[in-house]
């Protein structure tokens, strides 16, 4: 009995912490990607503002990276509209990825099904695939 209400009521404050965090890094990703679009801030700057919160030992995290490192090196107008428009893209995807992921992690546990896991682990390839303009030399 106390057991219990003990473990439930850790779980609640763990899961409440986990989210608010979660939100807050959702928003500044959000808030870079427009800063990314509407600012031709310093490439350093963005850079490092983004490398900070990502997982660079990720494959599509990096990606992030070398999506903002061709669109900061783009020469033509076309270039850095295509760039952008896969960084938005792959951050989209980002965003989408983390949001299934709370969702799953805030389940109770006999809610969870190992379906639910994989669309986690899946949703951000399948976004990406149907998306993204083909990567070409300028």
Not at 40 to 67: A, F, V, Y
């Amino acid at each position: 009995g106390a057991f219990n209400v003990l473990r439930g009521n850790e779980r609640k404050i763990e899961i409440e912490n986990i989210v608010q965090e979660r939100a807050k890094w959702r928003e500044f990703i959000r808030s870079w990607l427009v800063y990314v679009t509407e600012s031709s801030r310093d490439g350093k700057i963005l850079k490092s503002e983004i490398i900070s919160r990502i997982n660079l030992k990720d494959p599509n995290d990096e990606s992030i990276i070398q999506t903002l490192d061709a669109l900061l090196s783009s020469t033509t107008d076309e270039g850095k509209k295509k760039q952008l428009h896969n960084l938005q893209i792959k951050i989209s995807a980002l965003l989408k990825e983390d949001w299934e992921r709370v969702k799953l992690e805030t389940m109770p546990i006999y809610k969870c099904k190992k379906s639910m896991k994989k669309k986690v682990e899946t949703i951000r390839n399948e976004i990406l695939s149907d998306n993204l303009l083909p990567e070409e030399e300028e």
